[in-house]
């Protein structure tokens, strides 16, 4: 009952930054974990960072560094902060949601439509 919304994607040069967004509506509570993932041409969806309910977060090692991943939960919003872009950061990026109910017998995942980031000169 979750729908994610992403937005933030675009062309951006080499060393450049962007920031994506991504909305949760519906029936937000029970979130247990949160996170952005891509997809380039031909590669399979990987994971690039990861948030917890906790606060905790996760990223790939191509990340690491220049890229941070938050959350507003008043706004039920999660962000990823994209420094130093690279042009192999040019993926289509998903955002994704783990949630647990019922004391954690239920488990759903939502995803996002995904938003193009591409980073060249």
């Known amino acids: 009952q979750v729908l994610l919304v992403e937005s933030g994607g675009g062309l951006v040069q080499p060393g450049g930054s962007l920031t994506l967004s991504c909305a949760a509506s519906g029936s937000t509570f029970g979130i247990y974990r949160m996170g952005w993932y891509r997809q380039a041409p031909g590669r399979e969806r990987g994971l690039v960072a990861v948030?917890?309910?906790?606060?905790?977060?996760g990223y790939a090692d191509s990340v690491k560094g220049r890229f941070t991943i938050s959350r507003d939960n008043a706004k039920n919003t999660m962000y990823l902060q994209m420094n130093s872009l690279r042009p192999e950061d040019t993926a289509v990026y998903y955002c994704?949601?783990?949630?647990?109910?019922?004391?954690?017998?239920?488990?759903?995942?939502?995803w996002g439509q995904g938003t193009q980031v591409t980073v060249s000169s």
């Open positions: 948030i917890t309910s906790g606060g905790a977060t």
């Open positions: 994704n949601i783990d949630q647990r109910v019922d004391g954690s017998s239920r488990r759903y995942i939502y």
